[in-house]
């Protein structure tokens, strides 16, 4: 599903990671984890072609298996619109649309239509209980609610992989508890990989693997048993 391997980020003169070689398997749910600076966050966002990495003898990044470095532009943003999704700490949704245009704006990226991408919309919602709420905007939503639609987004194209960037820090602690049940429900459901940034022990721990991320390597890689 996803391999990498050697992959390297400078900022200037700083190196930020430093030779990281991964992979992840189809319907895993993989945490990362590590203190602040560590490079949890940029890895993330190279797995997730938000960002590029500083290529050397050796680097590749597979996704499903298509190799990512060398594409384009406009093709590596069509491929990450269609086979991926992101769930960010704060929700990002656009305050102007409701939940539901919310959810279908990635479909109509997409150019898929109009009227299968609003179905299929109410079905995400109503998945997440939010059937009460298509006409809502993000301000007259709680917290919880904010971040579920923003899983319905990230899932309305039907992703291979999702990215996770501490979806659960803006929570209170029954709304995180119900959204990490709810990544493991989606994975049991519909096979789909997560890639979870966290500080929370209690979601990084619940993952089939943890990564624990030192000084921009991976140093260890813990299988966990449920």
Known sequence: MIVAR???KYYDK???LKGVDL???KGEIVSIVGASGAGKTTLLQILGTLDKPSVENGTDLFINGQSILGMQDRELSKFRNL???FIFQFHQLLPEFTALENVCIPAFIAGKK????????KKLLDYLNL???YSHKPSELSGGEQQRVAVARALINKPAVIFADEPSGNLDTASAENLHQLFFQLRDEFDQ????????ED????ADRKLVMIDGKISNQEILAH
């Not at 109009?114 to 919309?121: F, G, N, Y």
């Open 131 to 133: 059937s009460h709420r």
């Open 203 to 206: 979601l990084a721990d619940m």
């Open 193 to 200: 990989t997560f890639v979870i940034v966290t500080h929370n």
């Open 14 to 16: 700083l190196e930020v």
């Open 23 to 25: 992979q992840i398997k």
């Open 6 to 8: 050697n992959i390297h």
């Open 114 to 121: 109009p009227a299968e991408v609003e179905a299929d919309a």
């Open 83 to 85: 086979n991926l999704g």
